[in-house]
């Protein structure tokens, strides 16, 4: 079974400030782990993915997250904050192999920049 | 071809009316995802397709809904006699199949169908 917590349901912060999102994921194997960005009226967009190469993984736009086995986390970052980051934002877990169909998505996280 | 197409972007419906949606995926991927998306949560997975075989249906929510997928290119999800509590975005999305890029299933999501069951 795998499921993941995102720990919190809005995040507030000034443009040009940094960005952190919290996610712990629970998983019985190896899992692959992304975060996926959902701005209104648009599709779900890949930021990152992480494949059990580099535990430092880079996206799209400036983010990054690190895979922390120990903690069990996936944290989002990003330096500093734009006003067009302001969306939703989810955690995603997946296995690898012959269950890699299925995504398992946290609640997500709603992103709010102050000018 | 520049992304996942879905259609229609926005259904109202009366309770206990059918509905389908539709899905025309990226050409060059084989594996074609349905989602649900309900307010304040995250999507939630449904079934999926290889080519025009569906490999993964139990998680569907009853046996109102289905897929189909006939020719391994768009696909249609139906909803029959829906409730109010069928009123949520649903999204599709494809993908190479797994260890085409990198070893993990990277799906490309339209922007979904949202239905409302008055």
């Known amino acids: 079974a795998q499921s993941v917590t995102q720990l919190d349901s809005h995040v507030s912060v000034s443009e040009g400030t940094p960005v952190l999102l919290r996610c712990n994921y629970s998983?019985?194997?190896?899992?692959?782990l992304f975060w996926y960005v959902q701005h209104p009226n648009k599709g779900l967009q890949l930021l990152l993915k992480?494949?059990?190469?580099?535990?430092l993984v880079k996206g799209i736009n400036g983010f990054e997250a690190e895979f922390k086995k120990s903690e069990t986390s996936f944290h989002l970052t990003k330096p500093s904050a734009h006003m067009s980051d302001a969306a939703e934002y989810f955690c995603?877990?997946?296995?690898?192999?012959?269950?890699?169909?299925?995504?398992?998505f946290g609640k997500g996280t709603k992103l709010s920049v102050i000018p | 071809d520049t992304g996942v197409s879905q259609d229609p972007r926005h259904k109202i419906t009366k309770r206990g009316q059918n509905v389908t949606f539709r899905c025309d995926p990226i050409?060059?991927?084989?594996?074609l995802y349905w989602y649900r998306q309900t307010l304040g949560q995250g999507p939630e997975f449904l079934t999926y397709f290889q080519n025009e075989a569906q490999l993964e249906k139990s998680r569907l929510l009853s046996d109102r809904f289905s897929a189909e997928r006939p020719k391994g290119s768009f696909s249609t999800l139906e909803i029959q006699r829906t409730e109010q509590g069928d009123s949520a975005m649903y999204l599709c999305?494809?993908?190479?199949?797994?260890?085409?890029?990198?070893?993990?299933?990277?799906?490309?999501f339209g922007a979904g169908s949202r239905l409302t069951v008055l």
């Open positions: 999305a494809s993908s190479f199949p797994q260890g085409a890029l990198s070893g993990a299933n990277v799906l490309t």
């Open positions: 992480y494949t059990s190469a580099a535990t």
């Open positions: 995603v877990v997946s296995p690898s192999g012959a269950g890699s169909y299925q995504l398992t």
């Open positions: 050409s060059e991927h084989n594996r």
């Open positions: 998983s019985s194997y190896s899992p692959s």
